[in-house]
Structures are given as C-alpha cells and as structure tokens.
C-alpha cells in the first residue's frame, strides 16, 4: 500500500506524547476497469430511444451481442462502430 501524504504530529501534554499519523489515500484508487459491454438499457439510453425500440434494433443483428442466461450483453466495440457509420 502506497500513502501519497502522510503527516506525522507529535503532541506533547506535559510527560505524555501523542503521536497523531494524518494519511491522504484518496489518489490511491485502482483505476475502473474499460467497459467492453453495453446493456440493452445503456444503448437505449445513449440512443434516446425506448427498451422495447432497443431490444429490437439488438435483436435485428446489427451489431454483436451475447446471452448470459436471460442477461444480454452487447459488444461495445461493435456498437460504437455501428454507431459511428449512422
């Protein structure tokens, strides 16, 4: 684990010594992983169109998409190209 700030306080109150460690770890986030799938919700969305519009232009074959159980995943590569060339 890095600490990017630490900050060390030693507070003396007559014979007693405190030692007080201040540590700044909100840079330290690991960093989002790339989507590689769209929801059929997200690319309704991101279309401005209804689910039901948008399962029908998934299922019309336009672009890749795979099941996962009832879960449909599309391929964002995919639709961003498609949706680049409309």
Not at 23 to 46: G, L
């Amino acid at each position: 684990m890095t600490l990017l700030n630490v900050c060390i306080l030693l507070l003396s109150h007559g014979k007693e010594l405190l030692l007080l460690v201040i540590s700044d770890t909100s840079n330290t986030e690991t960093p989002k992983k790339e989507k590689k799938t769209y929801t059929v919700e997200e690319i309704a969305e991101q279309l401005c169109v209804s689910k039901k519009v948008a399962y029908a232009l998934v299922k019309s074959g336009q672009f890749a998409y795979v099941r996962a159980g009832r879960a449909i995943r599309v391929s964002k590569d995919s639709f961003d190209k498609w949706l680049n060339q409309n």
